[in-house]
């Protein structure tokens, strides 16, 4: 009887835990994805789903390393409030490692990221001290400030 | 099993020796190796050699398996396999999702573990860039294993391929399921070591880690190593043993060289280690064993301590102590009430509460409790960890809701699989199974 009860309850924490893992997959959004880009994610370095690709062009434009300043939609003490503008802006130092991009305007080359090109475009024409701009497309901008 | 055991061991080993390997390299010659070098043969060595006494290892007893006869056993064994085997295959696909979803990793891999590995292997000889206050959300006193082991493999293979961190993510994650089944096998039968595998894969909260690239699996794998590797030592005598002990200590400061949490966690199983065998009954020289605890310590730990020393800054919860704050903080009685409320809150919630269920099949099936040496180690070792959390989250001068709130889910996954080890090895249900010869079922003790 003892061993009877043991191997039904064994039976039902499998099950159980079988229901878990499915019920897990059918509430995640994020266990949807198309198989097929596997083969694409794992073995190109910039591949179109690397976001990597957005900063290519501007990698290109800045030193290899120092540091420089960043630009976001929001002021920079308010960056880490939003997780939006937060997660921008470490993806911004994600993609342009081993260069520092210190959450700052106080750099003679500032990052601008932005989700709102004409937000921005208005954003920076405020700013002072600006010496150029260059518009990389896809909401980045490098700022040439005055020393 | 034990080939289970000695195969994850062996994979995760060789990410281990090129990755520190790597990092001695680019300290001493400022540039990361593009192939094998000495320092790869001298880590290959530390980390390969104590296999080779395995070899004299006697198999450990295995316990009869908790469904009693013989024909019985070989059918349970044989639906839990495929049991087993249909959720690895499902846990595969679900980490091969998550990886397209985010190559480069979730939240935490790009903002610390794969930013440090680029600043590894873009700076070369200025890799210490990061290590500026600057960077001080990117946690720049964290240790480098796992950076350094996604910097190593870009440097072998000549690129910044996304499939090399999602491919040591998935080695953890994989090479622990595979630990966690093995060392239950091994030392208490293979039923009981396929409901292991079955309970971990069951809450794929640890598949989802897993392949978020974070670091939380990876330490998980060295604490259930460390667990398994000592459980096994009280098997043996002799070389064997010592080997054992070795081999679980270095796994132990691999930890401390993945994340901080794995520096409390080898103060933890040293304490442990040496009080419970001081206590051992019957062992003639409890302290001879410690020269072999430390060094399996050392070749790691003197890395850590290297690093910590002269490259990392001040971790942010210890370097921003006041003593009047932590005083005020330890004294405060609100404090800790809001941990344990939200400890307790954890282990309901966590993984839609299997901890819940797991308690109830305790509660309804009656087990015997295994007083061993391993479960007392086991035990004291999750004991102290838990303390340790409790206290680091009692002291930190962070926000505690939103510390809490971020982070307890992934310390709950680090010691999850250890955790389970411990279910499987401290309850015994052999008891109420054992058949005696005439098929009639009585209990033996």
Redesign the interface.
Known sequence: ???K???I??TL??L???G??L???SI?P??????S??WS?????N?P??YDMRFAELREALPK?G?VGYLGTLANEQI?EDVGES?AY??T??AL??L?V???WSHELVVGNFGDIEAAIKKVETLAGIKRVHDFGNGLVLITREK | MCRLVGIALILVSLVCVPAIAGFCHLLLFRTLPTGPVFLDVLYAVIFFAPFLFFLRCRAPEKYLS???QDSLNHKWTFR?SL?LAA?VT?GI??F?????????GE?DA??IW??HA??LF??ME??H??L?P??H??HPDYPLLLPAAVARMWSLIG?????VP??IAFLFTFATVALLVGGVTMLHGKIKGL?AG??L?????FI?HGASQYADVPLAFFYLAWAIIISLSYTQSGSCRAALIYLSFLMAACAAWTKNEGLLFLLAAVVVYIMVNLSAAGDKKPLARVQFLIAGCLPVLLLVILFKAEYAPANDIIGNQGLAETVGRITDPQRYLQIGRSFLGESIRF??G?GV?MVL?LI??KPILNKSLETVTISGLLALMITGYFLVYLISPRNLYFHLGNSLDRISVQLWPTFIFLYFIAFD?KG??VLSACGR?KNSH
């Open positions: 009887m003892r061993r009860r043991l191997v309850l064994t924490a499998v159980m835990l079988w878990n893992m019920f897990s997959i995640d994020r266990i949807h994805a198309d198989l880009r596997l994610t794992l073995l190109k370095v591949s789903h690397g390393r540091t880490f997660g470490y993806q130092q994600y490692a081993p520092v210190d959450n700052s | 908790d469904l009693g839990l049991s959720m499902l696909i679900i091969a999702m998550l990886s397209i979803q985010a190559p480069h939240w790009k903002a794969n930013l680029r600043f873009r700076g200025h890799w860039d990061y500026t600057l960077l959300w990117s690129g910044e391929f996304p499939v999602i491919g409901l079955i309970l894969l069951g809450t794929p909260n989802a993984n839609n299997v269920f099949f309804l099936t249900w109420k199974l079922e």
